[in-house]
């Protein structure tokens, strides 16, 4: 919620329907005590984001204010600004200097979301390093005002906006507002590493092993997290927040001074020795070969750390020779891979109450997401402690996501424990969560389709059975849509949205708004056998099968798939997702397509049937304990020569892109870039390289088409090369 200051001055603007004629993103005004209030509420959009324009009026504000301050502006302090009397107040009598700069948000969503990542990335290298120069030269101009600056900052606060929060003497933290107060430096996920002056003047401010960690991962402070760590020098409610204003204003809040622990941690020699802690960590994570951005940053701490200018000049520098790299370019194209799912949807939801049938793993998980993300909803099934326990794991999932007590409580009264299913007639959606088997929904159908409203949504979370045989159940089967989560359903961000041919347009549109609004990636798919995701997921777990029952230890296979840039292996993912439902999906996938599939090894069914499922009993490939994979250490794991782990992994991947282009060619999914972000953001495909399809073309059709067809040769007709590549 934008500030009470902010809504009065919107609508005194709205009501004298008067726009400056100078600034297009910016309001100013000077309340009776003397402090300017500044504004920022981007032109046509519904997010702040930093770009030049932004930047250049910003920086004539700034011009403007300079010449107040040293005497040369007009007293009446009007000239080109736009004051408003949103408190009842006016300018300070007497032309009398301003006491103070605020700067906040117009925006409900928050304080700005960060750089125009669209700008840095049409750029070419000079003119780069020219808009770098420029940007940092604006955000010096506000370091060195001589007038106490303040950052009011609320909801989202990330990258290029902490830059110019940090760039403030103080920064206020406003809690309670719809949006929860996040304070980060997501650029590490870009490739990318801050760029306008947020690596020296973060390490400056606050502990710099806590500075290097926050901007190493990406992640980002919440609430009291940000007061803690001393982003922000108060958290108040937003009812507070002029009052907090004023008490900076007249003294009563100091400034905190660095530590002397900070000083230590920020001297040369703790600097090499804490570096080489965080390459050789970094490392086992991030690979330097596939993400360079992570050691740059070390690396610039580590040179430049104690000399704040020469770390400014060399971050320019290394923020752009990084931009300029093939991970960053391709981790660029995956966001805006992810902003077009998010473009794809035409229509508000209109899902206010949620039905959830089956309180299992994935039917709980998926009732306490939609209850965190707002909506009411009922949860059902013949066990009530199943109920019990999705109760219980959002409890766990409210404080994973930073909810107060008072969040927790509020989100708790969402979820509505309904076992005998009472309130099915009043939900604009329900969600069929229960095991996959054909006999079973078909029985819940025909139970529930006589009790559901006229408009309601029926939805199945099925990941294999097709929509038409599922369809054919209802008298109604225009009213039937698959929404498919992946398992866990609070991290995986994609949902397969999976339409029929008798589906009704109105419902299809209306389950991909429902799904965007909880916070979910739609993407649109045909029923298909396996849909997308499982489809092109299930021959590269199946050769990873394969492989293992050729001796190959499971280390090593899972070796190649990170070494390739996999975020785990295919025996360890297979061991995540569960064997029973590996068994599952392949045979459904064996029995359903012309196509020959892999072998299913007799003794995958047997661990199956000895109860050895995988995480989830303790006992698949791998030992379980702690949630963590007990691996050996297998002395093939990574060896061999280059040209056979190349081999290798080529026999692990490319059925995944070889049925990833069987999908294309069936018009399972629309294009080629939903293909690929729907393979990142639910598999994890190696984002550096863009998506299976992105690097199939980077590498070269003719190279996989090659390969492939010698792995026929080798292996058998599983890896004949599908048609579709022909159209590429």
């Known amino acids: ?141 506000l370091a060195a005002l001589r007038l106490l600056t303040i950052a009011a900052v609320h909801g989202h606060c990330l990258g290029g906006g902490l830059e110019l929060a940090l760039a403030c003497d103080y920064r206020i933290g406003i809690s309670g507002t719809d949006q929860s107060l996040e304070m980060g430096f997501p650029e590490i996920l870009l490739g990318l590493h801050p760029g306008l002056g947020g690596t020296f003047r973060l390490i400056n401010l606050i502990d710099p092993l806590t500075a290097m960690t926050m901007m190493l991962t990406g992640k980002s402070a919440y609430h009291r997290q940000t007061l803690d760590r001393g982003l922000v020098n108060l958290l108040v409610e937003e009812r507070h927040l002029e009052n907090a204003v004023a ?117 709980g998980d998926i009732a306490a ?63 069929e969560a229960v095991p996959e088997n054909v006999e079973l929904k078909q029985k819940i159908y025909q139970q529930v389709e006589p009790r559901l409203k006229e408009t309601a949504i029926l939805a199945t979370n099925t990941s294999s059975i097709p929509l038409p045989e599922l369809a054919s159940f209802l008298s109604n089967p225009a009213r039937l849509v698959g929404i498919h989560f992946f398992n866990p359903v609070a991290r995986m961000l994609v949902v397969e949205v999976v339409s029929h041919d008798k589906i009704s347009e109105q419902v299809q549109q209306q389950a991909m708004a429902f799904t965007a609004a909880i916070g979910r990636l739609p993407v649109p798919v045909q029923s298909y056998p396996g849909f997308l995701v499982n489809r092109a997921l299930t021959p590269y777990l199946q050769e990873a099968m394969m492989m293992l029952d050729e001796g190959l230890p499971a280390e090593r296979i899972d070796q190649l798939a990170r070494d390739f840039g996999m975020p785990m292996g295919p025996i360890e993912l297979a061991d995540q997702v569960g064997l029973d439902i590996c068994l599952h999906v392949a045979d459904v996938l064996n029995n359903q397509l012309d196509k020959p599939m892999a072998t299913v090894p007799d003794w995958l069914r047997e661990k199956v049937e000895k109860g050895q499922l995988g995480k989830k009993s303790g ?63 639910a598999t994890g495909f190696a984002p550096f390289r863009g998506g299976p399809m992105h690097y199939a073309k980077h590498r070269g059709v003719g190279d996989i088409v090659a390969v492939l067809a010698s792995l026929a040769t080798e292996h058998g007709e599983r ?10």
């Open 719 to 728: 890896f004949k090369p599908d048609d579709g590549w022909k159209a590429l």
């Open 619 to 681: 006992q698949g490939f791998y030992q379980w304990k702690d949630g963590r994979a007990q691996k050996g250490k297998s002395p093939e794991a990574g060896s061999g020569n280059r040209a056979e782990n190349d081999r290798l992994t080529d026999r692990l991947l490319l059925p995944l892109l070889n049925a990833c282009i069987e999908c294309w060619r069936e018009n399972v999914v629309a294009d080629l870039d939903q293909l690929d972000a729907a393979m990142i953001f």
């Open 247 to 363: 008490a900076v204003v007249e003294g009563s809040i100091a400034r905190p001074r660095q530590t002397l622990r900070q000083r230590l941690l920020n001297t040369f020699p703790v600097r090499q020795l804490a570096s080489r802690k965080m390459r050789a960590e970094t490392t086992r994570k991030a690979p330097p070969l596939h993400y360079p951005a992570p050691f740059a940053l070390i690396a610039l701490w580590r040179r430049y750390g104690g000399d704040s200018r020469a770390m400014q000049r060399a971050e320019i520098e290394y923020f752009a020779s990084l931009l300029e790299t093939d991970t960053s370019r391709n981790l660029v194209r995956v966001f805006f891979l992810r902003e077009r799912l998010k473009q794809a949807v035409r229509q508000k939801s209109a899902i206010r109450h949620v039905h959830v049938i089956g309180a299992g793993a994935m039917g």
């Open 369 to 431: 997401w939609c209850a965190l993300q707002g909506y009411r909803v009922s949860l059902s099934d013949v066990k009530k402690e199943a109920i019990a326990a999705a109760v219980k794991s959002l409890t766990g999932l409210c404080r994973d996501k930073h909810k107060s007590s008072i969040g927790i409580r509020d989100t708790l009264d969402r979820l509505i424990p309904d076992p005998d299913a009472r309130t099915l007639g009043n939900a604009d959606l329900v969600i």
């Open 1 to 141: 919620m934008a500030a009470t200051i902010a809504d009065r001055l919107k609508t005194q603007l709205r009501d004298q329907q008067r726009q400056s004629t100078d600034w297009s993103h910016w309001r100013l005004h000077e309340s009776q005590d003397g402090v300017l209030w500044l504004f920022f509420d981007k032109k046509d959009s519904s997010t702040n984001t930093l770009n030049g324009e932004v930047l250049s009026e910003f920086d004539s504000i700034l011009a403007t204010l300079e010449a107040k301050l040293d005497g040369t502006a007009s007293s009446t302090f009007s000239e080109g600004l736009e004051t408003a009397s949103a408190t009842g107040s006016h300018e300070a009598p007497g032309g009398a200097p301003p006491r103070a700069l605020v700067i906040r948000s117009l925006k409900p969503g928050g304080f700005c979301a960060g750089a125009d990542i669209k700008q840095f990335s049409t750029s070419t290298g000079v003119e780069l390093r020219e808009l770098l120069q420029r940007g940092h030269g604006i955000l010096d101009r």
